[in-house]
C-alpha cells in the first residue's frame, strides 16, 4: 500500500491537509503522480511544475515543498508539501 500526505501551509500553519492512497500496481513514480493529481483535485489546485531542486528533495527525504514558483497560477498559501509516509 502506497500513502502520501498533503499539506497546505502560511506561516507555520496547516491550512488543511488530506492523505492519499494508492493500491495500484504501478511503478512508484506513477504512484506519486496520481496521487498528487488526486491532491491537486481535492484542494482545487493546478498541478505544479517539478523543478530540480524538488526532484532532489524528494529522493533525498521523500517529501518536497512546492513554493509558488512550481505554480502558474497565484497560490494563497506559502506552499504544498508532500510526503510519502508509507510504502
Known amino acids: 500500500m502506497f500513502r502520501l500526505w498533503a499539506k497546505e501551509l502560511k506561516e507555520n500553519r496547516m491550512l488543511r491537509d ?12 506513477h504512484k506519486v503522480f ?9 484542494f482545487d489546485l493546478e498541478k505544479p511544475i517539478w523543478l530540480e531542486s524538488n526532484i532532489h528533495e524528494f529522493r533525498v527525504h521523500q517529501k518536497t515543498r512546492f513554493t509558488q514558483d512550481c505554480f502558474i ?4 498559501f506559502d506552499y504544498l508539501e508532500i510526503q510519502v509516509i508509507e510504502e
Not at 496520481?34 to 483535485?41: A, D, K
Open 18 to 29: 488530506t492523505v492519499i492512497i494508492c493500491a495500484d500496481q504501478e511503478t512508484r513514480t
Open 34 to 42: 496520481s496521487s498528487l493529481e488526486e491532491v491537486c483535485y481535492q
Open 73 to 76: 497560477e497565484s497560490i494563497p
